[in-house]
């Protein structure tokens, strides 16, 4: 008996092999791991504890909102946020109550807003605030904001830990002068995302389908 074989038509086969190269083309989406922007937190007054979140280490904070300190000093112009200088302290550091596992393979990003104060600061230079993610670190120093609402920029720090690594987020915010005034904080994301690994893009797995669909309806009328 003699078995016949069909060959793959040319176009298919290009077809499918687009779609194998094509396969990875997607990288892996990013996982929040944490996210934090205080509006469900009280409003305190040189508060040590912020929320069930975080932790004051060093000086003192204070939770902002539109009945202490007026509205609009927030990201977004409502809501909560953090003044990360409490009562003529400094340095003042925070960070979060619960620790975060940082595994090898993948790569971390905080990304938070930041604000100079918006108010008669006696100190224009308004410090500077570092953060802290695994190992890496980020400074960034403001000028005191002009007026409501309160101009926010959004900052961003990546870790790829070489090593696990189980450690809190942690800020410190530092003055040359101590006073009342420091920076507002806001919106904080923590994200994790795996290295090296893509998936495939709808695209292709439809071309694919639509491709090997095509090839048994025509396998069918030659039957």
């Given at each position: 008996?003699?078995?016949?074989?069909?060959?793959?038509?040319?176009?298919?086969a290009?077809?499918?092999?687009?779609?194998?190269?094509?396969?990875?083309?997607?990288?892996?989406?990013?996982?929040?791991?944490?996210?934090?922007?205080?509006?469900?937190?009280?409003?305190?007054?040189?508060t040590?504890?912020?929320?069930?979140?975080?932790?004051?280490?060093?000086?003192?904070?204070?939770?902002?909102?539109?009945?202490?300190?007026?509205?609009?000093?927030?990201?977004?112009?409502?809501?909560?946020?953090?003044?990360?200088?409490?009562?003529?302290?400094?340095?003042?550091?925070?960070?979060?109550?619960?620790?975060?596992?940082?595994?090898?393979g993948?790569?971390?990003?905080?990304?938070?807003?930041?604000?100079?104060?918006?108010?008669?600061d006696?100190?224009?230079?308004?410090?500077?605030?570092?953060?802290?993610?695994?190992t890496?670190?980020?400074?960034d120093?403001?000028?005191?904001?002009?007026?409501?609402?309160?101009?926010?920029?959004?900052?961003?720090?990546?870790?790829?830990?070489?090593?696990?690594?189980?450690?809190?987020?942690?800020?410190?915010?530092?003055?040359?002068?101590?006073?009342?005034?420091?920076?507002?904080?806001?919106?904080?994301?923590?994200?994790?995302?795996?290295?090296?690994?893509?998936?495939?893009e709808?695209?292709?797995?439809?071309?694919?389908?639509?491709?090997?669909?095509?090839?048994?309806?025509?396998?069918?009328r030659?039957?």
């Amino acid at each position: 008996m003699t078995i016949s074989k069909r060959k793959l038509p040319d176009w298919l086969a290009a077809m499918a092999g687009v779609a194998m190269l094509s396969l990875g083309a997607g990288p892996a989406p990013a996982a929040v791991i944490f996210s934090d922007n205080f509006d469900s937190d009280p409003v305190l007054e040189g508060t040590l504890r912020i929320g069930s979140n975080w932790t004051v280490t060093a000086g003192s904070t204070d939770l902002l909102g539109p009945t202490f300190f007026g509205p609009g000093q927030c990201a977004g112009g409502g809501g909560k946020c953090l003044d990360v200088t409490g009562h003529n302290t400094t340095p003042n550091a925070f960070q979060t109550l619960s620790s975060f596992t940082f595994n090898p393979g993948f790569t971390y990003t905080l990304t938070y807003d930041l604000a100079g104060t918006s108010g008669a600061d006696p100190d224009p230079s308004d410090g500077s605030t570092t953060a802290f993610l695994g190992t890496a670190t980020r400074t960034d120093s403001f000028a005191t904001a002009a007026s409501f609402p309160t101009l926010y920029t959004t900052m961003t720090l990546t870790f790829s830990p070489s090593s696990q690594l189980i450690a809190p987020l942690r800020f410190i915010h530092t003055e040359q002068t101590p006073d009342s005034w420091g920076h507002f904080f806001d919106n904080v994301v923590l994200t994790e995302t795996a290295n090296n690994t893509e998936v495939p893009e709808p695209g292709t797995l439809a071309l694919l389908g639509m491709g090997l669909m095509g090839f048994i309806a025509t396998r069918r009328r030659r039957a």
